[in-house]
């Protein structure tokens, strides 16, 4: 089956009930026990509910993967992912990734013993030097949020696997619509499906997806345990959501060159970050991993001036000032003061996160009139 075919079949089956196209929303906490411990496979809805489990298939399917898990946002998916650790293990992530994740990591399981080394991970043989008898996980972004690096799943993949460590991806800025981290070699693919997956911004929501049956089993362990869990209604959304994805990603795609070339010929834009240029760093890998470049770019203007930043961004019209992105129309935002506010000032413009920068959403609008909301936001 053809992605594009996957996104509305791939893992689905009409309702046994009644023969619903759609899977119906499941509002309910229990199910009848004909005995007990007899019942047709659902129990209690933190455990299983099956609208959760129409998603969960749909993620596995668009992701090549065998299992899918869905959670109540994507932080409570990566917070599953390390609570697969234990204190002294070390986590070896990229130094360029979203500030809740950077908070997760620093903030709550550093004084659990878990230690994370935060590194540039654009030369993959950089990560060797960092691997000891402790590392447990390699966790990246790729492209990364908001530099929009890019990263060589397969040779890093290929390096998890010789030292026996876990690899996994953080998919959001791509989906599965461009890049598939599983095939790539990697063990675990994670969404923030808030995002791109659900497209509309009207769900939060969290996903993993995973071939390997022991490690499926762990992660659905936690997920009951802890109960961070997506309701139906959630779930009902995000099977929508998906069933558009690949239409979607298209006009992403296609906008996403448009402004990026906009910008870049633009006086008064220093440098655009967006893995399309062939001077991007790795271009190339994002050229073989990716099927497309995607719809996010960063960019900073001449002098790296902070308030000119503001005032560009307060002034955009179309492009709406606001956290998160994904969705099916144009956002923008200030990383410095907002998704990344929670990594220091210091470690942040190591990697380029200035205060000048500036992170685009680019949405399904007209190019046209997205061009134009940007001329007359930075004139």
Same mark, same amino acid.
């Given at each position: 089956?053809?992605?594009?075919?996957?996104?509305?079949?791939?893992?689905?089956? !009409?309702?046994?009930?009644?023969?619903?196209?759609?899977?119906?929303?499941?509002?309910?906490?229990?199910?009848?026990?004909?005995?007990?411990?007899?019942?047709?496979?659902?129990?209690?809805?933190?455990?299983?509910?099956?609208?959760?489990?129409?998603? &969960?298939?749909?993620?596995?399917?668009?992701?090549?993967?065998?299992?899918?898990?869905?959670?109540?946002?994507?932080?409570?998916?990566?917070?599953?992912?390390?609570?697969?650790?234990?204190?002294?293990?070390?986590?070896?992530?990229?130094?360029?990734?979203?500030?809740?994740?950077?908070?997760?990591?620093?903030?709550?399981?550093?004084?659990?013993?878990?230690?994370?080394?935060?590194?540039?991970? &654009?030369?993959?043989?950089?990560?060797?030097?960092?691997?000891?008898?402790?590392?447990?996980?390699?966790?990246?972004?790729?492209?990364?949020?908001?530099?929009?690096?890019?990263?060589?799943?397969?040779?890093?993949?290929?390096?998890?696997?010789?030292?026996?460590?876990?690899?996994?991806?953080?998919?959001?800025?791509?989906?599965?619509?461009?890049?598939?981290?599983?095939?790539?070699?990697?063990?675990?693919?994670? !969404?923030?499906?808030?995002?791109?997956?659900?497209?509309?911004?009207?769900?939060?929501?969290?996903?993993?997806?995973?071939?390997?049956?022991? /490690?499926? &089993? +762990?992660?659905?362990?936690?997920?009951?345990?802890?109960?961070?869990?997506?309701?139906?209604?959630?779930?009902?959304?995000?099977?929508?959501?998906?069933?558009?994805?690949?239409?979607?990603?298209?006009?992403?795609?296609?906008?996403? +060159?448009?402004?990026?070339?906009?910008?870049?010929?633009?006086?008064?834009?220093?440098?655009?970050?967006?893995?399309?240029?062939?001077?991007?760093?790795?271009?190339?890998?994002? +050229?073989?991993?990716?099927?497309?470049?995607?719809?996010?770019?960063?960019?900073?203007?001449?002098?790296?001036?902070?308030?000119?930043?503001?005032?560009?961004?307060?002034?955009?019209?179309?492009?709406?000032?606001?956290?998160?992105?994904?969705?099916?129309?144009? /956002?923008?935002?200030?990383?410095?003061?907002?998704?990344?506010?929670?990594?220091?000032?210091? &470690?942040?413009?190591?990697?380029?996160?200035?205060?000048?920068?500036?992170?685009?959403?680019?949405?399904?609008?007209?190019?046209?009139?997205?061009?134009?909301?940007? +001329?007359?936001?930075?004139?």
């Amino acid at each position: 089956m053809k992605f594009n075919t996957k996104t509305i079949h791939g893992g689905q089956e !009409h309702d046994p009930a009644y023969g619903a196209v759609m899977p119906p929303i499941y509002q309910t906490t229990t199910y009848a026990q004909s005995t007990p411990g007899g019942h047709k496979g659902f129990e209690y809805s933190r455990t299983h509910n099956p609208t959760r489990t129409a998603l &969960e298939n749909s993620l596995a399917s668009i992701e090549n993967g065998k299992h899918g898990l869905a959670f109540a946002s994507g932080m409570a998916s990566i917070d599953a992912v390390i609570k697969l650790l234990e204190p002294g293990d070390e986590v070896i992530s990229t130094n360029d990734l979203y500030g809740g994740t950077y908070r997760l990591f620093t903030k709550v399981y550093e004084k659990y013993g878990i230690k994370f080394h935060f590194i540039g991970m &654009e030369n993959a043989a950089k990560i060797e030097t960092y691997i000891n008898a402790n590392t447990k996980l390699i966790w990246i972004e790729t492209p990364t949020n908001p530099m929009l690096n890019v990263i060589d799943i397969k040779s890093i993949a290929a390096l998890a696997r010789t030292r026996q460590i876990l690899l996994a991806v953080d998919n959001t800025f791509a989906t599965p619509y461009l890049q598939q981290p599983l095939t790539l070699g990697a063990d675990i693919v994670m !969404h923030s499906a808030t995002k791109y997956l659900g497209g509309h911004s009207d769900v939060v929501m969290g996903a993993l997806v995973v071939n390997d049956d022991d /490690l499926a &089993e +762990k992660l659905a362990f936690l997920q009951n345990a802890s109960g961070a869990v997506s309701g139906p209604q959630d779930c009902f959304l995000m099977l929508r959501g998906i069933k558009t994805l690949h239409i979607r990603m298209q006009r992403h795609c296609e906008n996403g +060159k448009k402004v990026a070339e906009f910008l870049a010929d633009h006086p008064k834009i220093e440098k655009v970050y967006w893995p399309g240029f062939k001077d991007h760093p790795n271009h190339d890998i994002a +050229k073989s991993q990716m099927k497309d470049f995607g719809g996010m770019l960063s960019f900073i203007t001449i002098g790296n001036d902070y308030n000119e930043a503001i005032r560009i961004v307060e002034n955009l019209r179309l492009f709406t000032l606001a956290e998160s992105l994904g969705g099916v129309e144009s /956002l923008s935002g200030h990383p410095a003061s907002m998704t990344h506010a929670s990594i220091p000032k210091e &470690e942040r413009e190591k990697t380029g996160v200035v205060d000048s920068l500036i992170r685009l959403s680019v949405g399904i609008e007209d190019a046209e009139d997205l061009i134009d909301d940007l +001329k007359q936001a930075l004139n």
